[in-house]
């Protein structure tokens, strides 16, 4: 069982810049990819942005790439998303979530992949 808390999230306003943070528990973190995925009212749950085991690969969805990093820290069981520029498009309850079973290379876009999910924290871009 691996444990997910999010934080970080918040009201911005355009143009803003943002970092979310996910603790993760309970398993070896090094052993998961991980991800970060967003899901807006009314709207199913997308992909934002992946990294492996190691860090070495990592992957972004069309919408944030240029303007988002995503890391993590596996001595202290933390990943990261970097956020900028944000838009109001940007609003939503960002997720992360752990994938195991993988190579250490490998990251996954699919969130039906994903074995373990934390709660969510919201994220508001005002205008």
């Known amino acids: 069982q691996v444990r997910l808390v999010e934080s970080g999230g918040g009201l911005v306003q355009a143009g803003d810049s943002l970092t979310l943070s996910c603790a993760a528990s309970?398993?070896?973190?090094?052993?998961?990819?991980m991800g970060w995925f967003r899901q807006a009212p009314g709207m199913e749950r997308e992909f934002v942005a992946a990294?492996?085991?190691?860090?070495?690969?990592?992957a972004y969805a069309e919408s944030v790439r240029g303007r988002s990093t995503i890391s993590r820290e596996n001595v202290i069981n933390m990943l990261y998303l970097h956020l900028n520029n944000l838009k109001p498009e940007d609003t939503a309850v960002y997720y992360c979530?752990?994938?195991?079973?993988?190579?250490?290379?490998?990251?996954?876009?699919?969130?039906?992949?994903?074995?373990?999910w934390g709660q969510g924290t919201q994220v508001t871009v005002s205008s």
């Open positions: 979530a752990a994938k195991g079973g993988i190579t250490t290379s490998t990251i996954k876009k699919n969130p039906e992949q994903y074995d373990y």
């Open positions: 309970g398993r070896t973190f090094s052993m998961f990819g």
């Open positions: 990294i492996s085991r190691g860090g070495q690969t990592t």
